[in-house]
């Protein structure tokens, strides 16, 4: 593998923002961009996006951020996202990787189930079985990847029952058995503050603000009490608070504007960037707990801290069982699981579902063409019950099946296209009717 730089307590990444194609051009032009992050599933490290080679070329330092591993999941991470997220990192020449500390999918072998996809990053449980889980996820992709890890704190709707932690107990413990970095989101502080009832500056106070590698800061909204951690629209004055909470801890060696859609004209990033700035110019920071000098290299098999080896199999199975009951509950309309509260994992599916359809609207735009303004609570009412089986491409092909299976749309023009459509990908003929009567049939069946 390459040698790229090493992410150490010198290493300074300063402000950045998140590169996305939407922004690339203005993300260019801003002035005092040090460094930038990019989805890591959306880079091919074959061919570059040009906008990236000129960011490189100027010296801006570019960080790949996976959001599709499931370190938090039951099962152990995929060698083949691993490898893609490494040759990503390598092309990039980067001074690390992160990702989430969540779960993505669940079922499978683990539970003897079928697997299901969330399409979204999803709350790990803060216990002893899903702590073991998540130190051996991480140790692995250590192991994998050529440059540091740094682990993502996440938003969330939802609570688990029965948590034995609380997140910053849950990231410290993190920390002390693997010496993985953090990536600190502050934005979902401020949404776990009001969603969970959880006080940001406590999670300030319980864990290792010197492991910190950079800070991600994104707007949201509220509504019906619940905010929604959208990263469309601008940051709120009680997220730049947690961030300036966070600064009297530690001065964090880089800070990022994330936003991923409802991109603002140029001049608001740079306006909300400036903010960011502002909020960083504050008196030095207050000592932190332990030690203040962070390690010269990222965490790996032979200079990370030392951890018990402990057999993880009878723990990933409990967390198995637990993540899929989940998950089935919130996409494949199963019963709720003991212990949670049923309206909120309404808002958690409703919100799921609403994902789903804006991201088939994009991969698969000649769908909401094709069906008008009909096609959201078409969208809608098939994923209630159909879980995602293979990614938002096949999602699309999957949604324009079920259509066509209940001879939908109605109008014969609109049906024709889409059978173009769906035929043009499926690389197949459309079902006969004797198909979708069989189908219907057995869909009846089977819910009985």
């Not at 570059?48 to 959001?67: F, K, Q």
Request: charged content about 25%.
């Amino acid at each position: 593998m390459s040698h790229a730089p090493q992410l150490g307590n010198a290493h300074r990444l300063g402000i950045g923002i998140g590169w996305r194609p939407e922004i690339a051009e203005a993300v260019e032009a801003l002035p005092g961009i040090d460094w930038v992050e990019a989805v890591a599933e959306n880079v091919c490290p074959d061919h570059l996006p040009d906008s990236l080679v000129r960011l490189r070329a100027r010296g801006v330092t570019v960080v790949p951020h996976g959001v599709s591993l499931g370190l938090g999941g039951a099962g152990r991470p995929d060698t083949k996202r691993l490898t893609d997220l490494a040759e990503r990192a390598e092309a990039l020449g980067s001074p690390l990787v992160t990702e989430h500390i969540a779960f993505v999918r669940a079922g499978g072998p683990l539970t003897a189930s079928p697997a299901l996809e969330a399409g979204h990053l999803l709350p790990v449980p803060r216990t002893k079985d899903a702590l073991r889980v998540l130190c051996e996820n991480v140790r692995i992709a250590q192991d994998c990847l050529p440059v540091p890890l740094a682990v993502e704190n996440i938003a969330a709707l939802i609570n688990w029952p029965d948590e034995e932690m609380t997140e910053g107990q849950f990231l410290a413990e993190l920390v002390e058995r693997t010496g993985v970095r953090l990536l600190i989101d502050v934005a979902n502080l401020h949404t776990n503050h009001v969603n969970r009832g959880e006080d940001p500056a406590t999670a300030l106070d319980q864990l290792p603000v010197e492991a910190i590698a950079y800070v991600h800061v994104a707007g949201g909204i509220e509504r019906d009490g619940v905010w929604h951690d959208t990263h469309a629209h601008p940051v709120s004055e009680p997220v730049l608070a947690v961030l300036a909470e966070l600064r009297s801890r530690v001065s964090p060696p880089g800070v990022l504007l994330e936003r991923d859609d409802n991109f603002p004209p140029p001049a608001e990033l740079s306006a909300e960037l400036t903010a960011i700035r502002e909020t960083l110019r504050t008196p030095g920071p207050r000592p932190v707990r332990g030690t203040s000098v962070a390690p010269e290299s990222g965490p790996s098999r032979q200079d990370g801290p030392a951890a018990p080896t402990t057999t993880t199999d009878p723990a990933r199975q409990r967390l198995a069982l637990a993540q899929a009951s989940l998950l089935s509950a919130l996409v494949a309309g199963t019963p709720a699981p003991e212990g949670f509260d049923s309206r909120r994992l309404g808002v958690q599916s409703r919100a799921l579902g609403a994902k789903r359809a804006e991201v088939v609207a994009k991969v698969a735009p000649e769908l909401p063409r094709i069906l008008g303004g009909g096609y959201r609570a078409a969208f809608l009412a098939y994923a209630k019950s159909r879980p995602m089986r293979g990614g938002y491409r096949r999602d699309a092909l999957d949604f324009a099946e079920h259509l066509l299976i209940g001879d939908l749309p109605e109008d014969p023009a609109a049906r024709r296209e889409l059978t173009l459509w769906w035929r043009d990908r499926a690389g197949a003929r459309p079902p006969s009717r004797a198909v979708r009567i069989a189908r219907v049939a057995r869909a009846v069946l089977v819910g009985r």
